[in-house]
């Protein structure tokens, strides 16, 4: 895998998702940070908490997520993680 796959599209090209995990691992994570667009807490059941990340492998058809997942590159921003 040379470029990394954008949108999954009519006609697209199956690719390799492990080497698409590394792709992205080079691209939305820094040594112990990872790369985030927005956190998102509520008291509904008690307390939830989401982290939306950038970067994504499997593609689902069904996803609502945004560009960040086909555009890792120049979303997000570098949340240090523990």
Request: with cysteine.
């Amino acid at each position: 895998m040379n470029a990394y796959p954008r949108y999954v599209e009519e006609g697209f090209q199956p690719y390799d998702p492990l080497a698409l995990m590394r792709l992205t691992e080079k691209v939305a994570c820094r040594g112990n940070a990872r790369k985030y667009t927005a956190f998102y807490a509520t008291g509904i059941y008690g307390g939830i908490a989401i982290g939306y990340t950038v970067g994504c492998c499997p593609r689902c058809i069904s996803c609502w997520v945004d560009a960040s997942r086909d555009f890792p590159e120049t979303n997000g921003i570098p949340i240090a993680t523990f």
